[in-house]
């Protein structure tokens, strides 16, 4: 790895261990992980690749799941938002891919074509997002003609939310919903994501769709790093020049910091282009040789800035951790007011992923 590059190094036994862990929470029930959005910035193919366990794969788009295909992934693979033209059901059936149904303009689009697929049955029990509302499930099942209905799935809204009582509302919805239902398939549910599993069991079911848990980062609210999860994800950047900065002398764009005393600046080559938030608040600690130091000054396009103490010895190449190993990525979105999946999902395509296995 040069050192000069600005680097994800993704821990792929960390995801099998979380992998490891969804089974432990759901023993009884098939795992669909979740790679959607680049596996979360992790890099798909290559995480797909590592969890031969997985019992299928979700994603959001058609070309993620022929991304996946194209690298020789055999498993199932889900398309989570289902299909919207012809040219995307003709990939699907090319592709062998599972589709969600959740709008009846899909089903027509099945019918028309002639096509026949594996679907998915997406009911809304309170997400208000995608799926059928619940008293037109029975009409819609009857409408399926030869597509083969593998289960039926919905998603939870509340679940990073320990307190609310709306999971519940929805297992209470999904279940008045499919109780009369006799159809092959209509008892196979899918409802669990990554605050499902761990901390909702009775949304496990039959399937259970981990994302987040896979990376290592809490889905819960409070953003506390869980012992039991493993990041996988250090996203780490060069130092490219070490300066002193004079007492009055200000700091990068805007002149947000002014030193109060003479004191040294690191700059490190990474900035909001890369997927370092800009909206990060000032002194967000960024790791210099496992050490805490602070942010200073406004996040540019391309770098950002360090202040040092005065006994660091820090020079160009050496390497800055942004968060990962040492530095938990929920302390960093709290710092910023948003969630683990933004900062992954945001590392951006010219940040060199890097991976480490151990096997
Ligand atoms: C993204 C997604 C998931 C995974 O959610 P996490 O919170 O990351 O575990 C599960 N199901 C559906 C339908 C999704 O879109």
Not at 83 to 112: G, W
Not at 193 to 204: D, E, V
Not at 209 to 222: C, I, V
Not at 291 to 312: A, F, Q, T, Y
């Amino acid at each position: 790895m040069s050192s000069r590059q600005v680097t994800a190094l993704v821990d792929l036994d960390a995801i099998s261990s979380n992998f490891n862990l969804v089974r432990h929470h759901a023993p009884n029930s098939c795992a669909m992980a979740i790679m959607k959005a680049d596996a979360y910035g992790h890099g798909a193919i290559r995480v797909a690749q590592s969890l031969p366990a997985a019992d299928a794969f979700g994603v959001a788009r058609v070309s993620e799941a022929v991304e996946l295909r194209e690298a020789g992934i055999g498993q199932p693979i889900c398309l989570l938002e289902g299909v919207n033209d012809r040219e995307e059901l003709n990939l699907a059936s090319i592709f062998e891919l599972q589709v969600v149904i959740h709008d009846q303009s899909q089903l027509e689009l099945l019918e028309r074509s002639g096509a026949r697929r594996k679907i998915w049955l997406k009911i809304d029990t309170g997400m208000g997002r995608l799926g059928f509302s619940p008293e037109t499930v029975p009409e819609v099942l009857a409408s399926l003609g030869k597509q083969t209905l593998l289960g039926v799935m919905t998603h939870l809204s509340e679940a990073s939310d320990p307190s609310s009582t709306k999971t519940d509302l929805q297992l209470m919805r999904l279940q008045e919903v499919i109780g009369n239902l006799e159809q092959p398939g209509a008892k196979t549910l899918s409802i669990a994501n990554s605050a499902g599993i761990l901390g909702h069991a009775a949304s496990l079911a039959d399937w259970v769709r981990p994302g987040l848990m896979l990376y290592g980062a809490t889905p819960f609210d409070d953003l506390k790093p869980m012992d039991e999860l493993h990041p996988a994800m250090t996203f780490s950047a060069p130092v490219i020049a070490v300066h002193a900065v004079k007492a009055g002398e200000s700091v990068g764009y805007g002149g947000i910091f002014t030193a109060a005393e003479d004191t040294r600046v690191a700059v490190i080559a990474a900035g909001y282009a890369d997927g370092y938030p800009r909206e990060i608040a000032q002194g967000a600690p960024i790791l210099l040789h496992g050490e805490r130091r602070k942010l200073v000054g406004n996040v540019s396009m391309d770098m950002i800035c360090v202040e040092l103490e005065p006994s660091d010895v820090v020079q160009p190449s050496d390497r800055a951790v942004l968060w990962g190993e040492g530095l938990a990525i929920e302390e960093i979105a709290a710092l910023c007011g948003t969630i683990p999946y933004t900062l992954m999902t945001g590392v951006s395509s010219r940040v060199y992923r890097h991976y480490r296995v151990s096997n």
